[in-house]
């Protein structure tokens, strides 16, 4: 079972990136998946996630109205669209699954974990 993020990069503040999340060794259409983020010195934070069917979606309040956060079951991926992106935004991006269909929104409630992808926001 394998999580492998991608798509960080450097951007200004008011730019976009799209981070991918591609998961491989098993299926993941009955799994709710997440973001989360970790700045350096801070703990990991949620930043969204999505049910199994991505059908019901949560996002942090901080992030609320700029990411956008999907996934493709038949593809097994998932996605966070990242809009007007803030300094604040900076951090270590990481996906995860849990082994269960509804959402969790803290890093305890999942099973798999990705790499991480670095995401930095000038101003």
């Known amino acids: 079972v394998q999580l492998q993020a991608s798509g960080g990069g450097l951007v200004q503040a008011g730019g976009s990136l799209r981070l991918s999340c591609a998961a491989s060794g098993r299926t993941f259409s009955n799994h709710a998946m997440g973001w989360f983020r970790q700045a350096p010195g801070k703990e990991r934070e949620f930043v969204a996630a999505?049910?199994?069917?991505?059908?019901?979606?949560t996002y942090a309040d901080s992030v609320k109205g700029r990411f956008t956060i999907s996934r493709d079951n038949a593809k097994n991926m998932m996605y966070l669209q990242m809009d007007t992106l803030k300094p604040e935004d900076t951090a270590v991006y990481y996906c995860a699954a849990r082994e269960a269909v509804r959402i969790g929104v803290n890093p305890y409630e999942y099973n798999y974990w990705g790499q991480g992808t670095q995401v930095t926001v000038s101003s």
């Open positions: 999505i049910t199994w069917s991505g059908g019901r979606t």
